[in-house]
């Protein structure tokens, strides 16, 4: 018969062992080939390390779009007072618009991990010539090169 306490370690052994692996970081993650535009110019090497920050960004920005939405849809308590009334209306309206701010920049995202599966990530949209990797690496969503988004930036003044 086993005693209480080698019992406790039975049951401890047999519940790590049924616990779930946890998920891996975004870094963590097997990297699937993808591939930049040739003329990009990007090693396989920078285009690892470029998707692994997309989907690092990802996994972040989805955190914060739950935590803005939560925060927006969480207190329904009913307020006595009409001012509260509207400062609570206030910051859900507000939450939720970092929401879509979120929303908007996931979609970039998604972009840029769809032009890397189709081989045309790396190449400026609007002139169609290489995006730095300095800039993919701070910005690796980035849509066009330093030059044109400057002057698209002038033309919208």
Same mark, same amino acid.
């Given at each position: 018969?086993?005693?209480? #306490?080698?019992?406790?370690?039975?049951?401890?052994? @047999?519940?790590?062992? @049924? #616990?779930?692996? %946890?998920?891996?970081? $975004? @870094?963590?993650? $097997?990297?699937?080939?993808?591939?930049?535009?040739?003329?990009?110019?990007?090693?396989?090497?920078?285009?690892?390390?470029?998707? $692994?920050?997309?989907?690092?960004?990802? =996994?972040? *920005?989805?955190?914060?779009?739950?935590?803005?939405?939560?925060?927006?849809?969480? =207190? /329904? $308590?009913?307020?006595?007072?009409?001012?509260?009334?509207?400062?609570?209306?206030?910051?859900?309206?507000?939450?939720?618009?970092?929401?879509?701010?979120?929303?908007?920049?996931? =979609?970039?995202?998604?972009?840029?991990?769809?032009?890397?599966? /189709?081989?045309?990530?790396? *190449?400026?949209?609007?002139?169609?010539? %290489?995006?730095?990797?300095?800039?993919?690496?701070?910005? %690796?969503?980035?849509?066009? @090169?330093?030059?044109?988004?400057?002057?698209? =930036?002038?033309?919208?003044?």
């Amino acid at each position: 018969m086993a005693t209480p #306490k080698r019992k406790k370690k039975q049951e401890k052994k @047999s519940e790590e062992t @049924s #616990k779930p692996a %946890p998920a891996k970081a $975004a @870094s963590e993650r $097997a990297v699937p080939e993808m591939k930049a535009h040739p003329d990009a110019k990007l090693t396989k090497t920078q285009m690892k390390k470029l998707y $692994a920050r997309l989907l690092e960004e990802r =996994d972040t *920005i989805l955190g914060r779009i739950r935590r803005h939405v939560g925060q927006a849809t969480a =207190d /329904s $308590a009913p307020l006595p007072e009409e001012i509260d009334v509207a400062q609570r209306a206030t910051d859900q309206e507000y939450a939720l618009r970092l929401a879509d701010k979120e929303r908007k920049l996931l =979609d970039q995202i998604q972009i840029a991990i769809e032009k890397m599966e /189709s081989g045309e990530y790396g *190449i400026c949209e609007g002139t169609e010539e %290489p995006i730095g990797f300095r800039r993919l690496e701070i910005r %690796p969503w980035a849509r066009y @090169s330093v030059e044109y988004k400057e002057r698209l =930036d002038r033309m919208q003044r």
